[in-house]
C-alpha cells in the first residue's frame, strides 16, 4: 500500500496480540497508515523500514520493555514521538519515561475516540519544537559549534584554551573598533573556530616536541583549509569559513594557503593574524618558552607592513599597552557579546 503523503503513519508495538489489532484496526478506521508488531525486536526492525511519524508502545514487555525501546528510538530518530501505553500498576515507570524524552502517555483501558487527540497533540509539539528550532538556528548553531570545540579540547587542550584566549584578544579589538553586534559575533566564532582544522591532524605533529620536517610543516599548514571546509558545510558559517582559511595570510603576500596579499586577505583574517601571533608568543609552548608581554609587542611591531596589517597593528598594540585586554578579562567592557549570532553584514 502506498502511503499518501498526508497521512501519517504510526508504529504501535503490543505484546497483547488481541489488544494490538484492536488498536490497529480503531487508527486505520481514522485515517491513518498503522504498522503493528507484537513485539519490541519486531518494532525496532520496522521503523528502520519505514518512515514513521510516531510510536504507540506498550510499556511491560517481555525481554526489551517500552522505555528500553525508547531509549533505542531516540539514539536513531531524535524527532520522532513516542507515546508509552501502561497500566495503572505501571505508573512508577511514567517519571522514568518522561525523563529521558518519551512525549507522553495513555493509561489502559485507552477510549479509542481519544486516540487521534494523544497522536495529534503530540505531532503538533514536535512540529512547533522544530519551527522553534529553525526561528532559533543561531542557537542551535551555537550549540553545535560548543561540541565541535569540546572536540578539540578533547584531542588537545593547549588548542582549545589557546583558541579561547585569543577570542578574549578579539573582543577587545571588536570594542576599539567599535564594530556592531554581527560583526561582533562574526568575529568571536571565527576566533573560536580559527584552529579548528587541527581537528584532522595527527598528534605526531600537533604535539611534536621538536622542530616538524617539510612533510609534516606541510601538513600542518593545511590546518586552515581543513577548518575552513568543515565550517564550510553550515551555510550560515561560510564569512567564518573564509576568515579561517586565511588566518595565515601575510600582508605581504608570502603567507599561506592562498598567498593572498594586503587588502585581498579578509579583514578579520588580517586581524586574527595579529592576535594569534601574539598570543602564541606569550605562552609556553613544548618546544619554547614564552616571552614577556612587551617583547611580544614590539615583536608585533617589527612585523607590521610585512606580516601584518600595519594599521590594526597601530590598534592592537596602542589597546594592550593601555591594558584594554583586561578590561574585557575582568568583564569591565560596556559592550557584552550577543548571545546568539547574527549573520547579517560583510567585513570589508
Known sequence: MNINSDQKAVL??????????MLRDALERLHYQVYLSFSATGGLDLIKQHRIDIVLSDVDMPGITGIDLARRIFKMFLDVPVVLITGLNDLSLVKEALEIGVSDYIVKPIKLDELPIVIERNLQRKQIEKQHMQENKGETLFKALKALMRALDAKDPYTYGHSQRVVKLAMMMANELELPEDQRYTLRLAAAMHDIGKIGMPDSILKKADSLGDIEL??????????????GEIEELSEVASIVRHHHERFDGKGYPDGLKGHAIP?????????????????NRVYRKAVEREDALREIEANAGSQFDPELVEVFT????????????????SRELPEMPTFVNKTG
Request: glycine share 8%.
Open 12 to 21: 504501535v508495538v503490543e505484546d497483547d496480540i488481541a489488544y494490538g489489532q
Open 267 to 283: 579583514y578579520f583574517s588580517r586581524l586574527l593574524a595579529i592576535i594569534d601571533a601574539y598570543e602564541a608568543l606569550v605562552s
Open 218 to 231: 606541510r601538513r600542518a599548514k593545511d590546518h586552515p583549509i581543513i577548518g575552513s571546509e568543515i565550517l
Open 318 to 333: 596602542r589597546a594592550m599597552r593601555e591594558g584594554k585586554d583586561q578590561e574585557v578579562e575582568n568583564g569591565k567592557t
